[in-house]
Structures are given as structure tokens and as C-alpha cells.
């Protein structure tokens, strides 16, 4: 893994921007992931979908970031012409007339594009937007964006009937159905994996001229669905232009990973789709292996996704009993792959250092530090635990670690 750490700026802070823009691996393709506003974590899902596009060895990835929800959106002017792919990873604030247009004759004229997750959220009122993804949900669609598109008895219905664009029940590994095995994304893949925990979109809607669906899942009434055959990965024609649509991988706020981004079916149907969107092909091979009917499959730590680890700071910084420790263990992974880089350790050790010195960090945070991180430990600490020892709530771990620091 590749780690890359803006130390100085977290050290003061313990807030910096989320990535940076260079790429690890360049392929022959561009592409530009576009984002800024989203109900999810973008910053997250941004870093994740860059990696997995570079780990197929064809995309070289830039970022584009639009203005926060409410600011000045004339400036965000996108020309879309020198990309081979367009990731969609938006939902907000609509933009400038100018972008519009260049991304309308950006796909007229043949461009691929990418529908990633709750993108299909966005710009409801945008007529040649809907047609480009097909179907949507939320953002007040209803019966006027046009039918809800489903699987009935092998067959695809387009249902009319009045009510909301969009839903989901709770989150859960479902399994996915291929509806279309000869197309070129799905071809060699098997009919029927488990894929993992994630929002099943439901009761999806809208023009869905000339789409076709690759693969759909059955949404559970018990679990808050719809109780339909629903519509999961699609790929649209407009124009000149491809367009592959992929309703998987919902990356929440808050959420340091991802199950369903990280799962070994979402990560190939991705690179697949990249492909099949900029070429019209796939040359790309079948995974020796991939989840099966009954279990599904993830590649955690998925390369570069973690490689900035400001939020993983910030995470352990704050964290109380009984939230998730995934911070800590992820921490410490980098911590045990790298200890054979001094540079980065001292890093480490300079990040460890502050979180025991800063007051904005919480007693649960410096307990762990204390017990489980002093293994780490030399002699630049004593200064530090001697300090906290004075505290009551912390006496008893900070003696602990002066004890294994002396080891």
C-alpha cells in the first residue's frame, strides 16, 4: 500500500482535504470522477472509485470537487471533451448552464460515462440528464419522470402507476440476478452472486429510453422494499454516447469503509462498465475469484482507498465506547505493513504523540493509545505518559505504558 500523509497539515489541524489529485497507476484513458455534493461520504467513495478504475491498469483519474450546497456555482465550468470517461458521483446543487451543455454534447458525441450509486438522485428537472441515466429516484421524482421500470416474470414492465421516485429498506447482502449474461460487462461472470451489505434501491423511475438491464436483485418487503424484481445495473444509449449505470455501493457519511464498495462483485462490474462505457468492450479477464450464490466476497482495504488517513485520525480522535474501533485496526495495519519505513513511523509516532497531547481528544481514544499502541513506543513518550498518569481516569494505563516503554 501506498501511503501518502499531508502530516504537517494534521498535526495542526487534524483536518486536511481528503486525497489529493495524482493517480497511482496511469492507463491510457482519462477519466474525471465528478463530485462535491452528495447525501454520502464523497470524499470516501471518491478515493475508492479512483482506485479501483487505476487498479485495472487502463484509467489515468483526476477529481473534480464543485463548490459546497449553497455557494456560487457559476464557476464550476466542466469541459468534458478531453475525457474518455465521466464518473458521476453528484448529487446537488444544479450546474452552471455552460457545464450542462458540455456534458449533454459530451455524451451525444459519444462520450462514456459512469451513473455511480445516488448520482441517479440528482437534477430531476433536468430533461436530458434523466435520459441519459435512465431512471432515477428521490428529489421529488414521481409519476411525471416517467414509469417505474422492474422485472416481472423474465419480462420488464414499465408501470405508470402514480407515487415517489426512489427507496431502499435496510441495508443487507442481496443476491444479484443477471438478466442479460451475453453482454460484454457481465460475460463470464456468474448468473448469481451475493453481493454485500448495501442499499438496495427500489421503485426506480423515469424515461429509461433506450436502456437495457444487465442485473437485478429482489427487494425484501420484510426488510422495508418493494417486493419487486429491481433494476441494479443498466447501460444506456444516448446518442453516440454509452452510459453504465450501477445503482451498488452505497458509502455512507460517516462511514471510514465500505462493504458494498469493497465487495469483489461491485469492484469487476465497475471496472467492466469503465471499460465498456469508454470502449464499447471488455477485454478485461474474469477474477479467479468472485462471490458465489450463497456467499459474498470483499477485498478490504482495497489498495489506495485508505490512503490518506486524516479521516482515521479524526475517527480515533473522537471516538467513545462502543462505536466502531475500525479506526484503531486500521491504524495499526498501516502501522505493522510500514515499520520498516522510519519516515513514515516517525510520522506515526508524531501523530500518536498529538492525539495524547490534545485536549480534543477523548479518554476512550487515549486509553487504546496507551494499552494497545505503547508497543510502539521509545523514550520520546515517557514525558507524555508521566503527564497523563497524573489523571485519574488515565493512571492506570499510562503506568502501563511507562512499564512497556521500559521493557
Known sequence: MQVRIKIFAILAVFSVTLFNFSCTRKGSM?????????????????IALRSILEKSGMFTVGITVSPEAGEDMSGFIID???????????????????????FVDYVQNGGGVVVYHNANNSFSDW???????????????????????????????????PGRGGSHGSQHEFLIETYKPSHPILEGLPERWMHAQDELYSELRGPAKNMEILAYAYSEERLGG???????????????????????GHFGGGSLFSPAIECAGFVTTFQRGAEWAATGKVTQEVPAVFPTETESLQWPFFEDIYSDITPIISAMQQ???????????????????NIDNQQ?????HSLIRQLLKSRKTSVECKKILLKDFSWIA????????????????????????????GE
Open 226 to 248: 418493494s417486493g419487486r424484481d429491481e433494476p441494479l445495473l443498466m447501460t444506456i444509449t444516448y446518442g453516440k454516447g454509452r452510459v453504465f449505470h450501477t445503482a451498488l
Open 319 to 337: 471516538y467513545e465506547t462502543g462505536k466502531s474501533n475500525d479506526c484503531f485496526n486500521i491504524f495499526m495495519k498501516l502501522i505493522r505493513e
Open 80 to 102: 468534458f471533451s478531453p475525457y474518455d470517461l465521466v464518473v458521476l458521483n453528484y448529487t446537488g446543487d444544479d450546474w452552471p448552464a455552460e457545464t450542462q451543455s458540455n
Open 127 to 161: 430533461k436530458e440528464y434523466n435520459e441519459i441515466i435512465g431512471v432515477g429516484g428521490w428529489n421529488g421524482r414521481d409519476e411525471n419522470a416517467g414509469p417505474y421500470i422492474y422485472i416481472s416474470g423474465n419480462e420488464v414492465i414499465r408501470d405508470n402507476a
Open 344 to 348: 513514515i513511523i516517525d510520522e506515526y
Open 30 to 46: 482519462t477519466a474525471i470522477i465528478v463530485t462535491g455534493q452528495n447525501s454520502h461520504n464523497w470524499q470516501r467513495s471518491s
Open 378 to 405: 521509545d523514550d520520546s513518550y515517557r514525558d507524555i505518559y508521566e503527564e497523563l498518569k497524573q489523571y485519574p481516569e488515565l493512571s492506570g494505563e499510562a503506568q502501563y505504558a511507562i512499564d512497556r516503554t
